[in-house]
């Protein structure tokens, strides 16, 4: 035992491990770390940003609401202060001024429809986002107490009015300032005007009328809305017109409120206000008072002579004045070289529009045919898309844009003015509809509804046709555009053969003609639709409203072409029945009203008020069928209204807001 504990105490201890003391973390828990910091620092990057940007779409988003808020109330303002009910003028009693919207080809439906497009096997429709742009409403606003319109026009017309109060002729030296710098006047009235327009390739103006289109999507690359507040000041009038100066400057003499030659001039340089003008002097029809109107923010007409023909003379409107649609902004007669008439007449007057828009040139991908409906040319065709004044107000007539009379880029009336008309940028649609209390909103066997501006309705027309009959009741009544089933970028596009859209197929049922019975007459002959006797063919002219017709908002030549159609609402005048002029058919040629460009020499004129009965009438006498001219719908509508689009570049964010215009009763 005593040898065992020797043995123990003696045994050689075992060797101990030495502590190891590190100082750092090793390599791999480094690259832990960081792989885990680089995904913290990544989390909150992207939180934070996800804020960034939530933060700049709520921004955005309230950009676009405020701006849309305020020119929906500012449009709400001004239709609440027309001066006129929407009552069409059937009587001599004539309105205090005037209401009326013009509807262009395009519709909410035609982007979707002629632009759609094949993306990885599925049908996308990249364009949807642009609605109906090329609309037009106009009316006389009166201003709620002290708020009056303002406007700028030259000094000299203040002038000039001054020295006739004081019994001496007109000497700008007489007078403090420049004649023509823009001084700031007041009126309780004002002719008010909103479109839309898009940005031109300038150097094409004012020959070639083309949208700027970058990606050539055949769309417009940035559209502008505009209001145009035009004063309503008779009494700036000096012996009854606002008398016309000469005034140089830099050098060279222009001219100030006068417009240019009608029809046209085939020498000289004092037809437009530059010379450079000169190739192009058949064109003053047009835009001949385009160059007044960025002289000024008064509301101008031509003054007429003897014979009724426009002269260069202008004068300032009154409220009765502009119950006459030739006395308004951007209203023109066209002469008959261009609309092809007898060289005795003119039309009645229509918008001063460019040609129509390139999206309806567009085809289908299946065949090449084209979406939209003939154009002019196509002989005795019902629907069709003339190539005469179908698209926007004419480019001159945008403050700053007028290329044919800015004679200098600094002065205050050349491109100086340029926005000052400008409500919206980026603007996608201006969309005004008429309630048509017949337009129907069709249900389809899947159970969707589809109303007349959605793209799917002419598919919904036929879904409907389809069914045995006694068919279901459809619901009644809905803005529509006007004169919507044959518009020639709507979903229906008239009862013709039409592509439903770029892509469908060439077989039935997406090709053929809408069936033609009494149940589909009842959904296309409606309150506004402008049909009157559709019959499902392909050349008679008998389809539209008469009143359509003696308006000369239809226009149709002695050869079966339709040279002029433009689908208005216009509350119109009694004037032309009394006025000393021939309107009417005076060759007894074509179809549609025309302005007689001679006196008359016997008594065969102003029929409608000559209170004897003729033999244009089996009825009484000055009934509705002696008149020359018409309201181009007759039917007083409830309300209309009108939408307006706007996108905010940055972000692609879209906004839409609407107002209601309900007539007052």
Request: aromatic letters at 10%; one cysteine or more.
């Given at each position: 035992?005593?040898?065992?504990?020797?043995?123990?105490?003696?045994?050689?201890?075992?060797?101990?491990?030495?502590?190891?003391?590190?100082?750092?973390?090793?390599?791999?828990?480094?690259?832990?770390?960081?792989?885990?910091?680089?995904?913290?620092?990544?989390?909150?990057?992207?939180?934070?940003?996800?804020?960034?940007?939530?933060?700049?779409?709520?921004?955005?988003?309230?950009?676009?609401?405020?701006?849309?808020?305020?020119?929906?109330?500012?449009?709400?303002?001004?239709?609440?202060?027309?001066?006129?009910?929407?009552?069409?003028?059937?009587?001599?009693?004539?309105?205090?001024?005037?209401?009326?919207?013009?509807?262009?080809?395009?519709?909410?439906?035609?982007?979707?429809?002629?632009?759609?497009?094949?993306?990885?096997?599925?049908?996308?429709?990249?364009?949807s986002r642009y609605g109906d742009y090329d609309d037009y409403i106009a009316f006389t606003a009166v201003a709620a107490g002290d708020n009056w319109f303002t406007g700028k026009v030259p000094?000299?017309?203040?002038?000039?009015?001054?020295?006739?109060?004081?019994?001496?002729?007109?000497?700008?030296?007489?007078?403090?300032?420049?004649?023509?710098?823009?001084?700031?006047?007041?009126?309780?009235?004002?002719?008010?005007?909103?479109?839309?327009?898009?940005?031109?390739?300038?150097?094409?103006?004012?020959?070639?009328?083309?949208?700027?289109?970058?990606?050539?999507?055949?769309?417009?690359?940035?559209?502008?809305?505009?209001?145009?507040?035009?004063?309503?000041?008779?009494?700036?009038?000096?012996?009854?017109?606002?008398?016309?100066?000469?005034?140089?400057?830099?050098?060279?003499?222009?001219?100030?409120?006068?417009?240019?030659?009608?029809?046209?001039?085939?020498?000289?340089?004092?037809?437009?206000?530059?010379?450079?003008?000169?190739?192009?002097?058949?064109?003053?029809?047009?835009?001949?008072?385009?160059?007044?109107?960025?002289?000024?923010?008064?509301?101008?007409?031509?003054?007429?002579?003897?014979?009724?023909?426009?002269?260069?003379?202008?004068?300032?409107?009154?409220?009765?004045?502009?119950?006459?649609?030739?006395?308004?902004?951007?209203?023109?007669?066209?002469?008959?070289?261009?609309?092809?008439?007898?060289?005795?007449?003119?039309?009645?007057?229509?918008?001063?529009?460019?040609?129509?828009?390139?999206?309806?040139?567009?085809?289908?991908?299946?065949?090449?045919?084209?979406?939209?409906?003939?154009?002019?040319?196509?002989?005795?065709?019902?629907?069709?898309?003339?190539?005469?004044?179908?698209?926007?107000?004419?480019?001159?007539?945008?403050?700053?844009?007028?290329?044919?009379?800015?004679?200098?880029?600094?002065?205050?009336?050349?491109?100086?003015?340029?926005?000052?008309?400008?409500?919206?940028?980026?603007?996608?649609?201006?969309?005004?509809?008429?309630?048509?209390?017949?337009?129907?909103?069709?249900?389809?066997?899947?159970?969707?509804?589809?109303?007349?501006?959605?793209?799917?309705?002419?598919?919904?027309?036929?879904?409907?046709?389809?069914?045995?009959?006694?068919?279901?009741?459809?619901?009644?009544?809905?803005?529509?555009?006007?004169?919507?089933?044959?518009?020639?970028?709507?979903?229906?596009?008239?009862?013709?053969?039409?592509?439903?859209?770029?892509?469908?197929?060439?077989?039935?049922?997406?090709?053929?003609?809408?069936?033609?019975?009494?149940?589909?007459?009842?959904?296309?002959?409606?309150?506004?639709?402008?049909?009157?006797?559709?019959?499902?063919?392909?050349?008679?002219?008998?389809?539209?409203?008469?009143?359509?017709?003696?308006?000369?908002?239809?226009?149709?030549?002695?050869?079966?072409?339709?040279?002029?159609?433009?689908?208005?609402?216009?509350?119109?005048?009694?004037?032309?029945?009394?006025?000393?002029?021939?309107?009417?058919?005076?060759?007894?040629?074509?179809?549609?009203?025309?302005?007689?460009?001679?006196?008359?020499?016997?008594?065969?004129?102003?029929?409608?008020?000559?209170?004897?009965?003729?033999?244009?009438?089996?009825?009484?006498?000055?009934?509705?069928?002696?008149?020359?001219?018409?309201?181009?719908?007759?039917?007083?509508?409830?309300?209309?209204?009108?939408?307006?689009?706007?996108?905010?570049?940055?972000?692609?964010?879209?906004?839409?807001?609407?107002?209601?215009?309900?007539?007052?009763?």
């Amino acid at each position: 035992m005593i040898d065992s504990i020797y043995t123990v105490l003696h045994r050689p201890m075992a060797k101990q491990t030495p502590v190891v003391r590190r100082d750092a973390f090793t390599l791999i828990e480094m690259m832990v770390a960081m792989a885990v910091t680089l995904l913290l620092m990544a989390a909150l990057g992207r939180g934070f940003a996800f804020i960034g940007e939530t933060i700049r779409d709520s921004r955005a988003q309230v950009e676009l609401t405020n701006e849309l808020r305020d020119i929906t109330n500012r449009l709400q303002t001004d239709l609440a202060s027309c001066t006129v009910s929407l009552q069409p003028c059937l009587t001599p009693n004539e309105p205090a001024g005037y209401f009326m919207y013009s509807e262009g080809p395009l519709t909410d439906a035609t982007s979707s429809l002629f632009l759609s497009e094949i993306v990885d096997g599925s049908v996308e429709t990249p364009h949807s986002r642009y609605g109906d742009y090329d609309d037009y409403i106009a009316f006389t606003a009166v201003a709620a107490g002290d708020n009056w319109f303002t406007g700028k026009v030259p000094r000299f017309v203040l002038d000039q009015k001054t020295a006739q109060f004081n019994n001496v002729a007109y000497d700008a030296a007489n007078f403090g300032g420049s004649p023509w710098d823009p001084v700031v006047i007041q009126s309780k009235y004002a002719e008010i005007v909103y479109f839309a327009s898009p940005d031109y390739v300038r150097e094409q103006l004012p020959t070639g009328i083309n949208p700027i289109d970058f990606d050539g999507n055949s769309l417009p690359d940035n559209i502008r809305l505009h209001r145009r507040v035009l004063l309503i000041r008779p009494d700036l009038n000096v012996n009854g017109a606002i008398t016309s100066r000469d005034f140089t400057i830099n050098g060279v003499s222009y001219p100030f409120m006068r417009a240019d030659q009608w029809p046209s001039i085939t020498a000289g340089t004092n037809e437009t206000v530059t010379a450079a003008a000169a190739p192009i002097w058949g064109d003053a029809w047009i835009y001949g008072m385009a160059g007044v109107h960025q002289q000024c923010d008064l509301s101008l007409r031509r003054v007429l002579d003897a014979n009724g023909l426009p002269t260069r003379a202008v004068a300032a409107n009154s409220l009765s004045d502009l119950s006459l649609p030739h006395n308004r902004f951007a209203h023109v007669r066209v002469p008959p070289t261009v609309a092809g008439l007898p060289n005795d007449e003119t039309t009645m007057p229509i918008l001063a529009l460019g040609p129509p828009p390139p999206v309806l040139n567009r085809v289908s991908a299946v065949d090449g045919v084209r979406l939209a409906p003939p154009i002019s040319g196509v002989n005795a065709s019902v629907v069709i898309t003339p190539n005469l004044m179908s698209g926007f107000i004419r480019p001159e007539f945008v403050l700053g844009n007028n290329f044919t009379h800015r004679f200098s880029p600094e002065d205050a009336w050349g491109l100086e003015r340029s926005g000052e008309d400008v409500i919206a940028t980026n603007a996608l649609a201006l969309d005004v509809k008429i309630f048509d209390r017949d337009a129907a909103m069709l249900t389809t066997l899947r159970g969707q509804t589809v109303r007349a501006s959605d793209p799917g309705y002419r598919e919904a027309l036929r879904d409907f046709s389809n069914r045995p009959t006694p068919r279901p009741i459809q619901v009644r009544g809905d803005f529509v555009d006007l004169m919507f089933p044959v518009l020639a970028g709507g979903p229906v596009r008239g009862w013709q053969a039409r592509r439903f859209d770029r892509l469908a197929p060439d077989t039935p049922p997406s090709d053929g003609p809408i069936v033609f019975d009494a149940d589909m007459i009842s959904l296309l002959v409606t309150e506004f639709s402008g049909l009157f006797n559709y019959s499902g063919t392909l050349t008679t002219l008998t389809a539209y409203q008469e009143s359509l017709y003696r308006s000369g908002k239809i226009v149709v030549d002695a050869n079966g072409y339709i040279r002029i159609f433009q689908p208005t609402f216009d509350t119109s005048t009694f004037h032309y029945e009394h006025d000393g002029f021939l309107q009417g058919l005076p060759a007894g040629s074509g179809k549609g009203t025309r302005w007689s460009m001679v006196a008359p020499i016997n008594n065969n004129y102003d029929l409608g008020a000559s209170g004897i009965n003729s033999a244009t009438s089996n009825f009484a006498a000055d009934n509705f069928f002696e008149r020359e001219t018409s309201p181009p719908f007759l039917t007083r509508p409830e309300s209309i209204q009108i939408t307006v689009r706007v996108e905010n570049p940055t972000n692609r964010q879209v906004h839409q807001m609407s107002v209601v215009h309900k007539d007052r009763q």
